[in-house]
């Protein structure tokens, strides 16, 4: 189906998760109902060279980075070719956090599947590479504010154990640091000093710091090599909370989201000035979804990953946007 040929919503974004949104058995109940979801998969699988099916049924390696990407991208752009199929309305604008990033620029037409997963596929690999096991870690920061983050971190990376910087910058007062394993350490510390939380989370990399600056110097290779197309509709990217005006724009804010932070909650920001008042959450969990809901500016946030709450997030746009469901 063809976005320029397809009903718009006027007050929808579509927003795209990233990593942490993965479980064993996501989408089966989907695929139940929706035969092209593992048509999706296959064709994913078949630029890839593996069963990718197959790792998010089985859970086998998929808490591997190298995978977990094309698994979550997949997912999430399976998702959207059902909701087109079913006469979704296409959103006005789309935001991935992180790897999500990526699902959005299939959504717009900017890549095609098979080249993003081969894509996400490398970027997990030569993230792993970058860091070795054990060296790297990440916490998310609860009940401070960024000015605190950001300081806490730049105090714990002066004392000599290695650097830690602001990852993500999910919500007010959920802020994700990551770094060298002792520098985010001495990070949790300080922040418990100041009366926040910090819990340390279960990942293999320590993504959007400068750990990355490597990974992503050899992504941009990639990356120049891959035809992408300016996105059919509008992306907002992670490292500026804006829309790229040109191509080499678009590239710049792929290869420096490597090691820059996540502006989730700017992100949010452009969509509360721009009139967003509907979230949909394309792909697995509802992560996103439980980031958003408080916000004022959103009237309804929709995730989309069981039958029920897709045809729920379908009827609802169709309605609320001023189209027979």
């Known amino acids: 189906m063809s976005l320029l040929h397809s009903n718009q919503a006027q007050h929808t974004a579509f927003i795209f998760p990233g990593q942490g949104s993965q479980k064993i058995g996501m989408l089966a109940e989907l695929a139940e109902r929706f035969p092209s979801i593992v048509n999706t998969f296959k064709e994913a699988s078949d630029a890839l060279g593996f069963d990718l099916w197959q790792i998010v049924q089985s859970g086998e390696n998929l808490d591997q980075t190298q995978y977990t990407q094309p698994a979550l991208l ?21 935001a991935g956090h992180s790897l999500g990033e990526y699902s959005a620029l299939v959504a717009a037409d900017a890549l095609t599947l098979a080249d993003a997963v081969k894509l996400v596929h490398l970027r997990g690999q030569l993230m792993q590479q970058a860091v070795p096991q054990g060296q790297g870690a990440m916490a998310a920061i609860l009940g401070l504010s960024d000015e605190q983050v950001i300081t806490l971190c730049q105090s714990a990376s002066e004392a000599g154990v290695g650097s830690v910087q602001a990852a993500n910058f999910n919500a007010q007062g959920q802020v994700v640091i990551a770094g060298d394993t002792e520098a985010v350490q ?24 400068a750990l990355m600056k490597v990974a992503s110097e050899q992504f941009a290779e ?3 090599k891959v035809e992408i197309q300016m996105p059919k509709i509008a992306l907002i990217h992670n490292v500026n909370a804006q829309v790229a005006g040109d191509l080499d724009e678009l590239k710049q804010a792929l290869v420096h989201q490597l ?3 996540v502006q989730w909650t700017k992100t949010l920001s ?17 992560v996103l979804s439980n980031l958003a809901k408080r916000l004022p500016f959103v009237q309804k946030v929709l995730p989309t990953d069981t039958v029920s709450r897709f045809e729920d997030a379908l009827h609802t746009i169709l309605a609320v946007e001023g189209k027979e469901a």
């Open 259 to 261: 090691y820059q932070s």
């Open 186 to 209: 001495a990070a949790i510390e300080k922040a418990k000093e100041l009366s926040g939380k910090a819990i340390v989370l279960p990942v293999s990399v320590p993504s959007h710091c």
């Open 74 to 94: 997949t997912a999430s752009i399976a998702i959207w070719q059902v909701w087109l199929e079913s006469g979704g309305l296409v959103p006005q604008y789309l």
């Open 270 to 286: 452009f969509f509360e000035q721009q009139e967003m008042r509907y979230l949909v959450e394309c792909g697995a969990g509802n």
């Open 222 to 224: 990639a990356l120049g």
